[in-house]
């Protein structure tokens, strides 16, 4: 079939729903028999397999350290006191104080080679959330937004981007997937909890229709454009059952504690709801892995609320049999040197750094890649940015290459460059 009827049942942008798909379809393509039932069938079933399929980011702000989360060297001088406990999978050893994870091994791939040359905090989160190293003319989407623009439903009523802690924005591609800032994960967010009714909410909306039309009218169309777009999604939220989404209680004390008590064990519970709900995209942030000083004390108490959240969310969404559609990445946006400093810390080092990936159509139970003995440098099949995205794109069945129109007037793709890192797969 022709690039041209591809588009014309809209393939391309944000997936098609059962009861839409029929309709989004050329009449005249059917008329004049290019498009047969056949080729509707088939890309029906191709956009089906496409929904439903999501993301979580588990975002390590700061910087954690290599040696003591999943490429610990004890016995070496650059590993320092940290010790190294075995997995559920022969051969794989991890740093200690993830016991929780080193259960979970056998679904958990690990990629110890990944490699960048940005140590700065502000531009290397921005590109491992961008894919892009920062720019003054242009605020590239992260990837989650751009992943929600190619497979969220747009007729949802939870947003397609949810943000538990701080996370990079939509960019040029605007309101529409600009992520949903959850601030304390388990209470419902506070703009939905006040006691209005629904006819007095109804009320203060069409006043405020009211406003921006004199506003618009006056010359603000683009603004009161944005505006009510960024409204109508936030009333299809307060006023939607799905709402309840957010609210922890209903699920049981026992998987609450699995998860753990911590914000960041919360956060990861809220995040396998909201992808049940629908939602395509879910980061979930913990800071403070800038271990410049106390590194060892640091990282394990960090270590000891990560661990639990991490390992609860795999093992849940593998029981729920979400995990094969679930991508679950675990990162920060650069490693710690080897040289341990004078005040028993850990410096800036992208050089070499470490990730871990699950789900998706990833399979678990292997290492990618591997650090130097003294973990200096990455001594095979390094990883950096490009390729990993590339590689999440492929789980989530994305084109890397498809190019969104920026504001400086040429398009820029989801990825620029990178390779798929196949082992991932097999």
């Keep these: 079939m022709s690039l041209h009827h591809h588009q014309a049942i809209s393939l391309s942008r944000n997936g098609l729903t059962r009861r839409s798909f029929f309709h989004t379809v050329s009449a005249s393509a059917l008329a004049a028999g290019t498009l047969n039932f056949r080729d509707l069938i088939s890309l029906q079933a191709d956009e089906l397999q496409r929904q439903g399929r999501s993301m979580i980011l588990l975002y390590m702000q ?51 080679s990944m490699t960048n040359k940005e140590g700065n905090h502000q531009r290397a989160s921005y590109q491992v959330h961008t894919g892009y190293v920062p720019s003054g003319s242009v605020k590239h989407p992260s990837l989650g937004s751009a992943i929600a623009k190619e497979l969220a439903d747009p007729t949802q009523d939870l947003p397609s981007v949810v943000s538990i802690g701080r996370t990079v924005g939509a960019g040029f591609l605007g309101v529409d997937y600009e992520p949903f800032a959850v601030q304390s994960p388990g209470q419902m967010p506070v703009n939905v909890t006040q006691q209005v009714t629904t006819d007095r909410f109804s009320r203060r909306l069409g006043v405020l229709s009211q406003l921006e039309t004199d506003f618009a009218e006056r010359g603000g169309e683009v603004v009161v454009a944005d505006h009510k777009r960024l409204y109508e999604k936030t009333r299809k939220l307060v006023l939607s059952p799905q709402v309840k989404t957010f609210d922890l209680s209903s699920e049981p004390q026992s998987l609450q504690d699995q998860y753990g008590s911590s914000q960041f064990g919360k956060g990861c519970l809220l995040a396998r709801r909201l992808i049940e709900s629908g939602v395509t995209f879910v980061e979930v942030s913990l800071g403070n892995w800038d271990t410049h000083d106390d590194n060892f004390n640091r990282v394990k108490t960090l270590s000891q609320q990560c661990d639990p959240g991490f390992a609860a969310l795999i093992a849940d969404l593998k ?108």
Excluded at 66 to 71: A, L, N, R, S, V
Excluded at 93 to 110: P, S
Excluded at 376 to 386: C, H
Aim: glycine share 14%; with cysteine.
């Design 62 to 112: 700061g910087g954690p350290s290599q040696f003591e989360t999943f490429d610990p060297k004890p016995g070496q001088e650059t590993g320092g006191p940290t010790k190294a406990i075995t997995t559920a999978v022969s051969g794989i050893e991890i740093a200690e104080n993830w016991t929780n994870v080193a259960r979970q091994m056998g679904d958990i791939a690990l990629i110890r």
């Design 319 to 426: 029981q729920r049999g979400r995990l094969d559609k679930t991508l679950v990445l675990w990162i920060g946006e650069f490693g710690r040197t080897p040289r341990i400093n004078p005040r028993t810390g850990r410096d800036h080092y992208p050089r070499v750094f470490n990730a871990a990936i699950a789900g998706g159509g990833i399979k678990g139970g292997q290492v990618i890649g591997a650090s130097t003995k003294d973990g200096m440098a990455v001594e095979r099949d390094p990883v950096g940015v490009a390729d990993l995205f590339t590689t999440i794109c492929k789980s989530l069945e994305v084109d890397p290459r498809k190019e969104n129109m920026s504001p400086i007037g040429r398009p820029l793709k989801i990825v620029d460059g990178g390779k798929v890192v196949e082992k991932l797969f097999s």
